[in-house]
C-alpha cells in the first residue's frame, strides 16, 4: 500500500489558509522519501472550486467532501467524516495545521482512530519509514523529540515555519468526491458573527507588532495599529494586556494565548515573561522596545532598542511610510 500523507485543508469565508500550502509542502517533501504521494480532504460546502488551488501546491488527490452538513464547521461531524476517511484510505500519516481549528479537530480525529497525535509541531523527520518528530514543550523550556506508535501518524504543524510548493498552475486536481453520512449532530453552529474590521489574525501573520503593559492603556495601541498596518502586518498582546482588558483574547500571544512564527516580530513595553516567549520565540527577527534595558527579552531580541516607545515607534512608522512612497 502507498505510503500516502493526509493534510486536512483548513479555509474560511471562501478561501483556503496559507498553511493548508505549508502542510502540503511538507507532506510532498515526506511522502516522495516514503515512495507515495501528498493527499488533501477538503470539507465543506460549495469549496469544489478550492480544489484546483490544492493540486497548484502539491496535492495529488482531493478529497472532496462537499454536503450542507459540512457548511459550518462541527467538530463532531468533520472529526467522524475525516476518520471515516482514515479507514479507507489508510494512510501512513496525517497533518493538520497548530492553529485553533486544527488543535480542536486533531485530537477528535485521533481519538476516534485510536492513535497518538503529536502537537505543535516544528521539525518533522523521517527515520525509516516513521516519523522523528520535534515539538516544544513546557511552555518552550524544552525542545522533545517523539516518534508515535501506530498508524495514521497524526501531527499538527506549527503555522509560518513549514515552506510551501512554488504553485504549479498546470497541475490538475484527481478529486473523489468522499460521501457523508453522518448522524446530525449534537451540537449545531447556528451562527458565526465575525469580529469588525476583517483584521489578520496574529497566528498566521508575517509581521506582527505587539503591545504589552507598557503601553499603559488601550487607547494607545492606536499607535501600534498604525505601524502596523504600514507594515501589513497585525497587532498583537501580552497576557498582561489582554488581562486588563485593552485587547481581546484573540490578540494574545503567549503560552494561554496563541503560538506565533511570524518573520518579524515588534515587541512594545513587554517584559518578556516566560510565558510570552513560549508563544514568540520562534519568530525569524525579534525587535524589542522598552525603557527598561533589564528586561529579559532584551537576551532573545535581534535587536533591541531602549527607549520610550511612544516616541520610538511613531518615527518607525514615520521612516515605513515614507519608504514605502520611494518604493
Sequence with gaps: MPNNILTIAEHRDGALKKVSYELLGEATRLAAKLGGSAEAALLGQGIEGLAASLAQYGAQKIYLADDPVLERYSPETYAQVVAELARRTQPVAIFLSASTWGKDLGPRIAAKLWVGLASDCTRLELEGDRLLITRPIFAGKIIAQARLKGTPQMATL?????????????????????????????????????????????????????????????????????????LGGAVGASRAAVDAGWRPHADQVGQTGKTVTPTLYIACGISGAIQHLAGMKTAKYIVAINKDREIPLFKLADYGIVGDLFEIVPLITQEVKKLKQEG
Design 158 to 230: 506549527r503555522p509560518n515555519l513549514f515552506p510551501p510548493l512554488d504553485p504549479d498552475p498546470s497541475r490538475s486536481p484527481s478529486i473523489e468526491k468522499f460521501p457523508v453520512d453522518v448522524p446530525t449532530p449534537r451540537a449545531v453552529t447556528v451562527d458565526v458573527i465575525p469580529e469588525a474590521g476583517g483584521k489578520l489574525d496574529v497566528a498566521e501573520a508575517e509581521i506582527i507588532v505587539s503591545g504589552g503593559r507598557g503601553m499603559k492603556g488601550p487607547e494607545n495601541y492606536k499607535i501600534l495599529e498604525e505601524l502596523a498596518e504600514a
